[in-house]
Nanobody
Framework: QLVESGGGLVQAGGSLRLSCAAS????????MAWFRQGPGKEREFVAG????????YYADSVKGRFTISRDNAKNTVSLQMNSLKPEDTAVYHC???????????????????WGQGTQVTVSS
């Protein structure tokens, strides 16, 4: 139901834009987020956005470099990633909370819908 795209290989300092498209149902009324899982690491929160898009929240490690946004008319969520670092290398997953949840949570257990992920590799 959630499909990510836009990953790839980029040099350090470069940019990528990830997209998450919903199919089969609308997620325009759900809190959405991006998580990532690097090699040998646990899945971690990257950025989240409220239902309206008016509130966003970022992990300290990406604050000032990444921007999350959503287009509810198109049922999509995006993650603009600038000034990429090798430590940003990971599989990036899009996630959504249940409809009645309003808080941008950072725990993986708080999200009920997940995409398969898209690989982002940053070379030094």
């Amino acid at each position: 139901q959630l499909v990510e795209s836009g990953g790839g290989l980029v040099q350090a300092g470069g940019s990528l834009r990830l997209s998450c498209a919903a199919s089969g149902r609308t997620f325009s009324s759900n809190v959405m987020a991006w998580f990532r899982q690097g090699p040998g690491k646990e899945r971690e929160f990257v950025a989240g956005i409220s239902k309206s898009g008016g509130t966003t929240y970022y992990a300290d490690s990406v604050k000032g470099r990444f921007t999350i946004s959503r287009d509810n008319a198109k049922n999509t969520v995006s993650l603009q990633m600038n000034s990429l670092k090798p430590e940003d290398t990971a599989v990036y997953h899009c996630a959504a909370r249940m409809l009645f949840r309003t808080v941008i949570a950072t725990q993986t257990s708080a999200y009920d819908y997940w995409g398969q992920g898209t690989q982002v590799t940053v070379s030094s």
